[in-house]
């Protein structure tokens, strides 16, 4: 069965340090890899996506995919109280179709 | 633009009822999909579908089926509900025809939430 795996958590860091988040996946025929934040009570909202090995900026956020050790992993610099939630690590099935979640990292920022 | 919208936003059941809850995509996108999130679990993958038919389906009985409309909106129906179907349904859309740039991103609704009594 393929999986999505994640450390459910909870990470705690102070405010303004960097909260970094890890998923492994199963498929190695995934192409596409998504970060989904998730507020208690709420549905989840895409935060970015990647394809390519390396790193991706989005503001505060670094996504960093490594294929051929099938990691993904988020960054989250100068951590806000606001940026406490579960975040989603997504992986689109090798033929594109479905996308799998992990079970989520449960993320606290102390102020 | 609006984005995915499901309704109804509650809905109590009694055990052994049938519900029914309804999805409209985002405009353009052709492909529904729907999850169920019980409470404090992860994302479980219910059914995809795609220009009105059904593409693929999770691990779920088969008391669990829904399907598209030409308009692109979708419906999901449990039978015979049970307990522990008691969760957030969330429904997804996505725009196929664009897999190749967007990867297949999927975007949320707020979610249905079902209890069952």
Known sequence: ?111 | EAGVTQSPTHLIKTRGQQATLRCSPISGHTSVYWYQQALGLGLQFLLWYDEGEERNRGNFPPRFSGRQFPNYSSELNVNALELEDSALYLCASSLTRDRANSGNTIYFGEGSWLTVV
């Open chain 1, 1 to 111: 069965q393929k999986e999505v795996e994640q450390n459910s958590g909870p990470l705690s860091v102070p405010e303004g340090a960097i909260a970094s988040l890890n998923c492994t996946y199963s498929d190695r025929g995934s192409q596409s890899f998504f970060w989904y934040r998730q507020y208690s009570g709420k549905s989840p909202e895409l935060i970015m996506f990647i394809y390519s090995n390396g790193d991706k900026e989005d503001g505060r956020f670094t996504a960093q995919l490594n294929k051929a050790s099938q990691y993904v992993s988020l960054l989250i610099r100068d951590s806000q109280p606001s940026d406490s939630a579960t975040y989603l690590c997504a992986v689109n099935e090798g033929g594109g179709f479905k996308t799998i979640f992990g079970a989520g990292t449960r993320l606290f920022v102390k102020a």
